[in-house]
């Protein structure tokens, strides 16, 4: 693309390759008064920044040129700008991006495990953790990351999760929690609700344990969960929600308003937050089914639920076509319930067409030779196990509750029992777009996502309430495991050049030389200011010898071996002395 463009931009380039950074800015930012939208030149004027030690200049550029970019060179750009934030010292901003480079394949386990030797640098267990987790799935073979999961997670707070009832959804929050935090399950027993200062506790759903935590003050920090079944709870308005510190609400429009019909003052008392409900797309195996007649339909079954009505479509969809089945799984909670459907399935003669398959021990196997997912509810309660079969090419069925268009495309949402025949007996059946479609969902936002961003910022005020209240303690922080390193600026690694890595990302094309006779340098005005905190600025210094590369990393190196140790002390079981993976 770039062989296409001016004279003035070629010797732009040429001057930047040969290292005349200043000479190269000059002109090509001339070239941008002109062409203020070219993500290449963005970006090239960004990477010469980013060699001249000009890395708030060098981000801002940088942004511009993400936002004009289409195609390969966005993932160029990409690199340059991760490369830009741990340069100066924001992995959180980087971190943000990974998800796009891995869509344009620049992401590897070297990005991510310098990201969280940054976060570590800030003190930043959480986003160290988040890195090498995505790095340990990268490449499963680093067993050297094992030792630093413990080390990190001895370093963090301890972690409750509690509920009323045991079921899928704590089981995967405490699952999900264990892997970073060390962490425990409290199940109907608000008696192990005991808290230190520097605990965490996570409540999933409304009920006794919540209300029970919120009466009794708890004294270290405290997230209430709620399902979109949950909004409903008239048990929210005996909540104590000023002791909460803040509340995760799975749902949409409808479950935030209402929340608030419910709880009119609870902006004012603790902080609310809508997010996905908690499912990982990823534990569900994709298989690719053909049309058939089996439609599955998951408890617990309960008045909302609405298993009476799921019978009535049934019975008008045997008339139609006798050979379709309907398979439930899953308990009754409500005897009368149960009876009812048992009675009604042999009234209307729907013996070997509904069947009660009670609790099933594992969803996805019990889905393998079903086409069909129905969701008969008068609310969204249970919509996770729709997505979950969607994800597995399951067709969608869902019932028209109040809000349902804003859970599901409105092409599998029915009201009567007609429009259930037609949405099984007509239209496409097209597995991998229900796959796509729940992808493409959480995608824009995730349940975890949400949830580690609550998480690092109640895990902050833990640490710094701790470095007030023990400030003789403060050895005991990640920081002080070791020797201050100097602020070095790291070695630039623009996108154009090859990274001192073992993994390189693709090259761009070297530019062709070409001779011009440059215009005097327009004066150019000052950078605006960045997004993020200005630093003093430092006089320009040479590109880091790879000596002077590798002394910095073994400070890092020993800098995390004295935490291995000092973890090694205070659980006084001996271990083996491990290297860390930040070593270049």
């Given at each position: ?6 004279p003035m931009?070629?010797?732009?380039m ?20 002109t ?8 970006n ?10 000009r890395?708030?200049e ?17 993932g ?10 741990l ?6 901003e ?7 480079m ?20 800030r ?21 050297i ?8 997670r001895?370093?963090?707070?301890v972690v ?15 699952d999900y929690?264990?892997?970073?935090f ?10 192990q ?5 520097e605990?965490?506790?996570?409540i ?38 000023n ?14 308003d ?12 603790t902080?609310?937050q809508m ?11 994709f ?12 408890g617990p ?12 479509c049934?019975q008008k969809l045997?008339?139609?076509d006798r ?5 439930l799984a ?15 399935v042999?009234?209307?003669n729907l ?12 969803l ?8 069909y ?5 008068i ?11 969607m ?23 029915f ?11 007509n239209?496409?059946y ?5 796959r ?27 640490q ?17 495991a ?46 605006p ?7 003093p ?14 002394e ?7 800098r ?11 659980s ?5 002395n491990?290297?860390v993976?930040?070593?270049?």
């Open positions: 693309m770039s062989q296409t463009k001016s931009y070629q010797q732009a040429s001057l930047a390759e040969a290292g005349q950074h200043e000479q190269a800015l000059r002109l090509i930012r001339t070239y941008l008064q062409n203020p939208n070219d993500s290449e030149a963005l090239d004027a960004g990477t010469i920044l980013f060699c001249m030690n890395g708030q060098a981000i801002k550029m940088l942004e511009k040129a993400r936002g004009c970019a289409e195609g390969d060179i966005l160029q750009i990409l690199w340059n700008l991760c490369e830009t934030y340069q100066e010292g924001y992995p959180a980087a971190a943000a991006l990974f998800d796009a891995e869509q344009h394949g620049v992401l590897n386990v070297d990005v991510l495990n310098r990201a969280a030797n940054v976060f570590l640098n003190e930043a267990l959480g986003g160290a953790m988040e890195c090498l987790l995505r790095s340990l799935r990268q490449a499963p073979e680093q067993e990351l094992h030792p630093m999961f413990e080390i990190i001895s370093k963090r707070p409750t999760v509690a509920a009323d009832t045991d079921g899928p959804a704590v089981r995967q929050i405490y929690m264990n892997l970073r060390r962490t425990q399950l409290t199940v109907a027993d608000p008696r609700l005991t808290q230190t200062s605990s965490l506790c996570i999933v759903g409304a009920g006794q344990m919540l209300r029970q935590l919120s009466m009794n003050k708890p004294a270290g920090k405290t997230i209430a969960i709620l399902s979109a079944q949950d909004v409903y709870n008239p048990v929210l308005k005996s909540i104590c929600w002791t909460i510190d803040q509340v995760l609400v799975c749902g949409t429009i409808e479950q935030a209402m929340l608030t019909e419910q709880i009119p003052d609870i902006h004012k008392k902080h609310v997010t996905d409900e908690p499912l990982d797309i990823q534990d569900w195996t298989t690719q089914r053909g049309r058939g007649k089996r439609i599955a339909a998951a079954f309960n008045a909302c639920n609405n298993p009476m009505f799921l019978i009535q049934m045997n008339y139609l050979d379709y089945r309907l398979y899953g308990e009754f909670q409500d005897k009368a319930i149960e009876r009812y459907c048992r009675n009604a042999s009234r209307m013996e070997g067409v509904v069947f009660f398959d009670g609790p099933v021990s594992n996805q196997s019990w889905l393998r030779d079903k086409q997912f129905v969701h008969g509810s609310s969204p309660a249970g919509i996770h196990h729709v997505w979950a079969a994800a597995c090419g399951v067709k969608p069925v869902v019932h028209g509750f109040a809000g349902a268009e804003e859970w599901m495309d409105s092409r599998y949402v009201m009567i029992a007609e429009e259930f025949c037609a949405v099984i007996q239209g496409e097209q597995p991998g777009q229900y796509q479609w729940i992808e493409a969902r959480y995608s824009q936002g995730n349940f975890y996502k949400t949830l580690n961003t609550t998480l690092s910022k109640l895990e902050r005020q833990i710094l309430s701790r470095a007030t209240s023990h400030p003789a303690e403060s050895s005991h922080t990640p920081a002080a070791a020797p201050a390193m100097p602020a070095a600026p790291v070695a630039p690694r623009p996108y154009t050049q090859a990274p001192a890595m073992p993994m390189q990302p693709p090259m761009m094309p070297a530019q062709p030389q070409q001779t011009w006779t440059p215009p005097a340098a327009p004066v150019m005005p000052a950078a200011q960045s997004l993020v905190p200005e630093k600025e430092t006089p320009q210094t040479d590109r880091r010898s790879i000596s002077e590369i590798a910095n990393a073994l400070k890092a190196s020993l995390l071996r004295d935490m291995l140790n000092e973890a090694q002390e205070q006084k079981t001996p271990q083996e491990f290297s993976p930040f070593v270049r």
